[in-house]
């Protein structure tokens, strides 16, 4: 049962607060797959729910892509007006204006054009509809027309205001030379325009490790130079010095890889222009984590004074 | 007065804290009938407010099913153009184009129909006012529709904007064993697709007593495991564990059931899509929790290294 | 100059906190007028600012009643409608089908509905543009509508998701008995029918004193018998026990009444359906207190053994 | 390397917490530009991003003017229109009614308001698509109309909905007596008619020493009479006393000048209309603070009673 498991780890001396991350005990502890993803999403899987449950379309229009959204609207429409076209067909011979003249192929097509015209509140008026079922679906097709311009508005500003970060990470971390001792370092930036503010860093680490023929995953919160500043104008180099206290600290570049070692980053922020708490998550898995080396330096002064930073140049690094 | 019970309930050891759970003295302390309902919903019931003050139409609007929803919009959409089409044909019978012509039913029909039309802003022009009067009356009826669709796209937006976490709850509280001693425990699962983070529980124990002759109830919180998780991408199982601390600690499954025992719920977290916080409520009654059972294990380790959870094993237990 | 104020009254003894409500010193110490008005705005005027930022238009279609705001709304509509149709009148006699039959008056009035059906995008076609600036205007026209309908479907939705809480106060505050004391209270309930939790009140008391021939405005935080309740399905009393520590300890309802005393009330409360803060303010002003009366019982024993609680009832009070 | 900037300036005593503003070492150190522009804006420069994140076009649609907005908005309604103008000549000599009778300029003019009529949904029908081209072209340009004007509405509640504080600064900050000694003051306003509460106040002090032949940006944050308001009803005049813990108390008004010093402001606030928190910044650089002066006094006692303040004179001051 799952919750031996949590018994058991309770038992031995791992930092207590960091076994509820909430990935559950099977999956710390017998997973040597990566917990959290690049793009901050988690590396486990749901079953069990229904179709309708799992299909979930609100989330899933609102965290596609633009063109993806955008293709999706557009073929919602082709298929919506398909539909009301082959009714307005069934309608009868005497549905719509000039219907009786056309074969069936022709009457389709001006049944969609009429029903796009209809759906939209176009009605330019030269096909109009002429019997009563046809008024009826005139009327409906209007009423679905208007409803889902109704939803995709509401879609569009669901997916404008969702509070977002869009934080840069530099592709790798380093373990680089900081003060007297060595770091770990990754930097991060603000791809927006609009300001971060109150922007707090967690960093934790975790490795499996085998103790007594017992194959167990540990947690570890790391000291960070600074883990909060108030504005984020620029970039940021997040600085965990490996000191006496850092569970880093006797490790070598070997055992760090053979364990499964991985960063997991959380940030929190305040965008400023919509006063929003955002949350971005990343990690480093041990494959990019680069050892003994040092960021280049993304400054340059202007000749007016004031001093800028190239996002560009975050990215690299140099041996050491 | 109602005062004097809240006076009385003071001058006894119980938590001050939970008296103040809002319920009020009268009914914490005479109904014999559930506090909280599965749903979350508060079992009372207010009166004396006005028609217009309990209507409250916009919030009926808001939490009502889909389906219903879109039902409702189908209806006032066919009532308000059937008023219409009765201001049309009380215009007079040269209001629409071919008014004259027809008898009162094809009148209504028509005017009718060309107000769906002038109302969804279709106006495909085949009908088209002929009077000042059927002229007034089309040009409110766009406005109407206009207002209307407008109304209809806040609400499909606020409907959509809700911040509401779908937390399923495990059919049944189970009295199970936990390490050495007993623990009452039930799951969570999140039903969405969005994230959950930082989410915390509150378990409170209600029964009904009677101390001298005085029939009170009394409230204590419980003791979590853990009560809050940081993450929460599979499921949960919270456990209260039944230690001498405990008030569940020397009362058997008879004095349980026969003393209106119920366990109140209160989960908040936020929801990573909106950076929202959520609430869910429920309760387990006394006839919902199941003694001397334990859980089912719902973790699958897939072929991947992965760790998958099955949520249709949630709600399943077995005796001990 | 206005420190000056603030330095004396940080000089005597009154609570620090209290003078920081940002009433500015003039206001308090001289006003004899109540500070707060029953319906939570502030009893100040600003006055030197320009037109338009006094005018601030959202602010007040956002916040007048619904009756006005659709009122206004069809005032807006019929307006624009007028200028368009002067702008159409304005492009010539042949600007619009069958323009060149009618006289000036008919003219405008076609162009009126003609203008009509182009904001609201319905477009029957009877009538059409037939010359160029004729057919500028009409995009215009419709460019203004459609824009006009949007922002009138933003201001809707504006106005839906205001986090407003309706909170009904008694008509009048009570010096009531109170276990074997007395106490000021007094009652509020929520009027809407979305849930609050975590309600909290704030309790102030203020009355103008003259001392060493200064007439000064004094504030003292109340306590309360409880300032916070986690849920609040019906009504609440809120108690402030006139207890030695209280500055109404000693006085009598004269003194109370002759020194411009009010209470100011401050609640803040976390509305389930929109899991949004809101807050609501009022006062009770020495008239608005009666002097020994205690409030009606308003619960109602159900049947089926649930408790009600009659609103109605919640004014009601009694003499002692 | 940047890092070692970070490390130089946390051997010396400055305050640390001030230091993680996030400005950076080498803008904080070598810049003597003003850090924090009058609007809150800051004075850095990020390069590097690719056109299309540098664009962000959301981001500068929801910040700009209202004037900018709407004319942005009307270019787009007319580009887009000449673009599916031209689709429709591009359709053949047969695409709209009457094409075939006339000249290109005027089979493109016919085509533009054609196209009008359709991207608003007007759809007169006194020209309709004759062909299968136009008609596909037509449906496509009223999809774009309706998702353009859906998206329109968005943006527009987007910008209604934003929480932003105006908050008037008077337009220098003041050395000015205060008690027995000397204050820095500045006064600040509500420029909305919705109220702000809470509201909260850090002020810190900038300038660049020279030590030991270094250049270095030092910190400061000043302690305030009072840095917290519950209401904020009329204007409220910010000070910090320059006592002997104030790092002003020594620095003369030539000093003051020559070290680049700057007053950085951050306020935040909750907006009372939409229980949003709010936030503002601002700046004083050396040649905004006038030495020995005081300010006007704002208040004006009514004939009622009450007090108004007159916010014109917020930015008056006098010699002393």
């Given amino acids: 049962m799952s919750r031996n498991k949590f018994n058991k780890s309770r038992q031995n001396g791992a930092t207590e607060d960091l076994r509820d991350l909430g990935f559950g005990s099977r999956v710390s502890e017998e997973s040597s797959e990566r917990l959290l993803n690049r793009d901050g999403s988690f590396n486990v899987e749901r079953t069990g729910l229904s179709f309708f449950q799992s299909l979930n379309l609100y989330h899933s229009l609102l965290t596609m892509s633009w063109n993806r959204f955008y293709l999706s609207l557009l073929l919602g429409y082709t298929v919506v007006n398909a539909i009301f076209a082959t009714a307005f067909v069934l309608c009868g011979p005497d549905a719509l204006t000039n219907f009786q003249e056309l074969g069936i192929t022709e009457r389709w097509l001006n049944a969609f054009f009429f029903s796009v015209q209809t759906f939209t509140t176009v009605g330019y008026g030269a096909i109009s509809p002429s019997n009563i079922s046809a008024n009826v679906v005139a009327a409906l097709d209007a009423f679905v027309g208007l409803v889902g311009f109704a939803l995709a508005t509401g879609l569009l500003f669901a997916r404008f205001s969702r509070p977002t970060a869009k934080i840069m990470y530099s592709t790798h971390g380093l373990k680089a030379p900081y003060r007297d001792i060595n770091g770990f370092m990754f930097r991060i930036a603000n791809q927006r325009k609009s300001q971060l503010i109150e922007v707090e860093v967690t960093l934790l680490f ?45 490790i070598g570049e070997e055992e760090f890889r053979a364990s499964n070692s991985e960063f997991l980053i959380l940030i929190s922020a305040t965008d400023d222009t919509f006063a929003q708490t955002v949350h971005s998550r990343s990690s480093y898995r041990h494959n990019e ?32």
């Avoid at 600074?226 to 880093?248: A, G, K, M, Q, Y």
């Fill in 206 to 250: 975790t490795r499996l490790i085998t103790k007594d023929g017992d194959r167990r995953r540990e947690y570890y919160q790391l000291n960070l130079e600074r883990n909060r500043v108030s504005f984020f104008p620029l970039h940021w180099t997040i600085v965990h010095p490996i000191d006496e206290e850092s569970p880093l600290y006797n």
């Fill in 289 to 320: 984590v680069v050892w003994n080396a040092r960021f280049a330096d993304p400054f340059q002064m202007k000749e007016d004074g004031t001093i800028g930073v190239d996002l560009k140049v975050m990215h690299e690094w140099e041996g050491v």
